[in-house]
């Protein structure tokens, strides 16, 4: 069994900033890479950012220049450092973990979410 625990979530004014983390426990055999989903009300969930295994990132164009996606992997843990936020940016934030349980098996494992809201 894998767990995936969020936390950092919470009201900010625009233009401020927050830190999410998201931390992987259980029965892991290795970690293939981690990511930030988000969904607003109303619209489908969308790649906000990832980071492989090998380090290499992705980022959706929202995120670009304004959030930055990095690891700890001692600690089987991503972090979402958010900047220059913006009232768009309000959703629920979900982490997404591709673990593998053993050699052969690899499941993609979800967050419960973590609400972030951006307003005055």
């Known amino acids: 069994q894998v767990q995936l625990v969020e936390s950092g979530g919470g009201l900010v004014q625009p233009g401020g900033s927050l830190r999410l983390s998201c931390a992987a426990s259980?029965?892991?055999?290795?970690?293939?890479?981690m990511g930030w989903y988000r969904q607003a009300p109303g619209k489908q969930r969308e790649l906000v950012a990832f980071?492989?295994?090998?380090?290499?990132?992705n980022y959706a164009d929202s995120a670009k220049g304004r959030f930055t996606i990095s690891r700890d992997i001692a600690k089987n843990t991503v972090y979402l450092q958010m900047n220059s936020l913006k009232p768009e940016d309000t959703a629920v934030y979900y982490c997404?973990?591709?673990?593998?349980?053993?050699?052969?098996?690899?499941?993609?494992?979800w967050g419960q979410g973590t609400q972030v809201t951006v307003s005055s």
């Open positions: 259980g029965s892991i055999f290795s970690i293939n890479g």
């Open positions: 980071i492989t295994s090998g380090g290499r990132t």
């Open positions: 997404s973990a591709l673990i593998a349980i053993s050699r052969s098996t690899l499941n993609n494992y």
